[in-house]
């Protein structure tokens, strides 16, 4: 198994980062200070043929920010991301069918189209639920990713749908003191210190038909899209491989020497790929068993014992236990915490 690492150039610099870039410039931040401690100077990303490796634009997003220093900066910034001007890939969102369809086509060419964060789809009967998974190593930008990339969402389905849909979001972190920006770009039912952060809508709105589908030039864009992949030898993060491999196997015993093992590789090298993306063996496997606790309670509903023997725990403390280091929180408060956003 292969994936790209924190340090893999092959971001095209005059794609996602230059819309980052050309933010800034409209509000005169000048690219030298920009773009200080990147590796690359601004002429180089005007040629079409720079590339950054996922630890460059982490840099360059920090920046930013810095310079920025504006609580708008990731909203505006998700606004401009989809369909964008990203070749073959853009023509893929501009055309899709339906909602779905583009959601579909950003997880499968994500390392296109969001190479930093990974989206995740969970259908249940009523509701599609969007949740987004760190490809890399992101630390403090993981904010802002996470604005950035909601907004884009919310944006790409409005302009393509021509309609404002209800989203529902719920975030992990505390409110925000700008929390206006957050009803000013995605809407007002947002709700704070949550367990997990998910966007979510009602199944109906997904199939919708959108205005500019094309199923022809479709097939040409994936075309050239899956051809660039094919070059690259790889379509996903090495932490997007180890997390869909050990949720695969969720149900099983699993330990750091059978995963090695499944990689081709032996368990300290396994190990040094993980400290690359300051990441160990069991914070892979604690994350997976966290997002999968989570689903399991809050969209199908199971009680605390299912979950417990869903996930191999035989000594239900020991899960409560485990549970609590991965949220901040026992499962039965999670009831609670339904309850009471249901009610406002």
């Known amino acids: 198994m292969n994936g790209y690492d924190g340090d893999s150039r092959f971001i095209t610099a005059h794609h996602l980062p230059a819309a980052l870039i050309d933010l800034a410039r409209s509000r005169q931040i000048d690219t030298h200070h920009l773009l200080r401690g990147c590796g690359l100077f601004y002429d180089d990303i005007i040629t079409g043929q720079a590339r950054l490796s996922p630890q460059q634009f982490l840099r360059l997003i920090a920046n930013a920010q810095r310079l920025l220093g504006a609580d708008d900066s990731s909203f505006l910034y ?41 989206p995740v789809l969970r259908l249940d009967e009523h509701h599609l639920h969007l949740y987004w998974r760190e490809s890399c190593a992101i630390g403090e930008q993981s904010r802002f990713l996470l604005e950035a990339s909601m907004t884009a969402v919310v944006a790409l389905a409005r ?13 992990s972190h505390a409110e925000p003191a700008y929390v206006e920006q957050y009803w000013v770009h995605l809407g007002d039912a947002v709700a704070f210190g949550c367990p997990s952060t998910v966007m979510s809508l009602p199944r109906e709105y997904l199939l919708r038909a959108w205005p500019g589908a094309g199923s022809t030039a479709q097939q040409v864009a994936r075309q050239h899209c899956d051809a ?69 309670y809050q969209v199908k509903g199971y009680s605390n014992d299912e979950v417990a023997q869903y996930l191999g725990f035989s000594d239900s403390t020991n899960f409560r236990r485990s549970f609590k280091r991965w949220t901040g929180r026992v499962p039965s408060e999670l009831a609670l915490l339904a309850d009471w956003q249901g009610a406002g």
């Open 78 to 118: 998700g606004q401009r991301l989809w369909p964008g001007h990203y070749g073959a890939a853009s023509l893929l969102l501009e055309q899709a069918d339906h909602l779905l369809q583009a959601l579909e086509r950003i997880a499968q060419y994500r390392a296109l189209l969001s190479p930093l964060l990974s």
């Open 159 to 171: 302009r393509q749908q021509q309609e404002k849909l209800p989203w529902r979001f719920q975030f």
């Open 228 to 296: 660039q992949l094919a070059a690259w030898g790889w379509q996903v993060s090495f932490l997007d491989l180890v997390y869909e491999y050990l949720h695969g196997l969720i149900r099983q015993p699993l330990n750091l020497e059978r995963v090695a093992a499944a990689f081709g590789t032996s368990p300290a090298s396994f190990k040094r790929r993980l400290a690359r993306h300051g990441s160990n063996f069991q914070e892979q496997l604690d994350r997976v068993r966290r997002d999968q606790a989570l689903y399991l």
